[in-house]
Each structure stands twice: as structure tokens, then as C-alpha cells.
């Protein structure tokens, strides 16, 4: 059964319970491109991978640095910050685990390419933690071969 | 949620995160800090007892925050952070970057 609720900010969500396997379910929210909404969509997000579930409050943390960084990461460099254009966020919910995968329409990037942002000279740099955080914070990450679409895993309890 | 600032009778000035520090907002703790440098305040506490998360936004505005305060012959501590910020801090190893007091009290005796 699928059913999509409009909110105000004209986030988008749909779910659908007749995933694979039984019991799984999938929740997609189309997020404009802009950082006005980032906030926004991390809390509609939690609130449907957390529903009927009592999460630690390492998961939630854990939940909201993920797409904060994500979300960041694709609204920013991916969208260009273009509000026309749309991030989309979507999870795959099972009662042990939380798969997200946050997907833009840019030409992606080498994850591998990145720095090490701990690194002495990076130290002091405002910029470049994001995908460290992302790598230390999920259980696993992958990416799709173009580099616009990254998949992270964390537990749900 | 947000930020509040106040300053004490030592002339530090506290800056309370209420809720989250990210991308979004991280712009308002800047103009805040800046503010306060402009009026010739040069010790700041940020004060994280009430903060939930923080993204590398975040972190990336306190490092630059720290860097200005510095060149401006001040000092910015952070205080508060609960067990998972702390975590951030030193997987970042930004921990080594900051003086890092455990409450916000403790920060403000060794100011």
C-alpha cells in the first residue's frame, strides 16, 4: 500500500510496505536544493525510520549527522544549490537496520579523491570533514559507480 | 532553539547552541561572534549542553571562529559536549584544536 503526504515546505514522502523482504519499509522524500530545507527533511526522515522503533540516542545522533552531511554534500556540489533542482533522500527500513541513500542529478564525484581531513596540514581547515564523518559514522557506505548516489547503513535499535 | 548569548561579570561572553549547529545556521553563530569581536569582546565560551548535533559545517564554523578569535589576541573555549559531540571532536581530532572544558563552569574558572 503506498499513500504520499505533501508537507508545507513541499517535501514529499513515500511509502511503500510491500518491499522485499516482508516488512521492510521504504520512505522517499524529494528535497529541494536548498539548505533552507535541510533541517526540515533530517527530522521527517528520523521521524519515519524511528516510527514505532525506540532508537538509542547514538542511532539518532548518528541518523542526523549522516544526512545532514549528505544532504549537504548533494544540495551543495551535486544541485549547485539550485532550488529547481531536487536531492532525493530515501531509506529502506527494517526492524534491525536503516539503509539511506541520498541521490543527486550532478556528475558525481571519486570518493576516493577526497583527503584525509585529520591529516596535520587539513587540521585547521573550515572545510572537507563530510565524507570523514560519513565513513566513520555509518556502518557501511557505498557509493554508485558515477559518484552521484551514496547508500548508508546503521543500525535501528 | 537557536542561539543566546549573554556576557558575565568577567566580560566572557557565553554563547549557548540550543538544538543543532549545521549548515543552515551555522551563518548566525558566526555574525554573533564577529559581532562581539567587533565590540572589543575577546573571550568566548560556546557552550554545548543543550546542542544535539553538530555536522562538519558546524565544526568547520567553530574552527574558523577559533582562527579569528585567536588573531584577535582572544580565546574561545567550548563546553558541554555530551558523549556523542565529544566522539565528533575527536574523531575529527579537532579535540586537539580547542580547549575543551567538560561544563560550562569549568571553562569560565579557567578564563
Sequence with gaps: MDETVASPLRLCVHRSVDCDPPGTVSVAIKVPADLRFVEDAIELMALHCFAGAAPC???????????????????????????????????????????????????????????????????????????????????RVEFNEQGNSIWMTLPRS | ????????????????????????????????????????????????????????????????????VREANGDLRIAGLNEDLRALFELTKLDTLFHIAPSADEALAGF
Design chain 1, 57 to 139: 540516542k547514538r542511532t539518532s545522533f548518528r541518523l542526523r549527522v549522516l544526512l545532514a552531511e549528505s544532504l549537504t554534500n548533494s544540495i551543495l556540489f551535486g544541485a549547485q544549490g539550485n532550488p529547481q533542482r531536487t536531492v532525493r533522500l530515501a531509506a529502506e527500513v527494517t526492524e534491525q537496520t536503516i539503509r539511506l541513500q541520498v541521490t543527486d542529478d550532478g556528475p558525481g564525484f571519486d570518493p576516493r579523491e577526497v583527503p584525509d581531513p585529520t591529516s596535520p596540514g587539513a587540521l585547521g581547515r573550515p572545510i572537507g570533514r563530510g565524507l570523514f564523518l560519513i565513513r566513520n559514522l555509518a556502518d
Design chain 2, 1 to 68: 532553539m537557536g542561539f543566546s548569548k549573554r556576557t558575565n561579570a568577567a566580560g566572557v561572553a557565553i554563547l549557548e547552541i540550543d538544538g543543532q549547529l549545521i549548515v543552515g545556521n551555522r551563518q548566525e553563530l558566526k555574525t554573533l561572534v564577529q559581532d562581539g569581536l567587533d565590540r572589543g569582546e575577546r573571550k568566548f565560551l560556546i557552550d554545548c549542553s543543550r546542542t544535539g548535533y553538530i555536522d562538519s559545517s558546524g565544526l568547520g564554523a567553530l574552527v574558523t571562529l577559533s582562527k579569528k
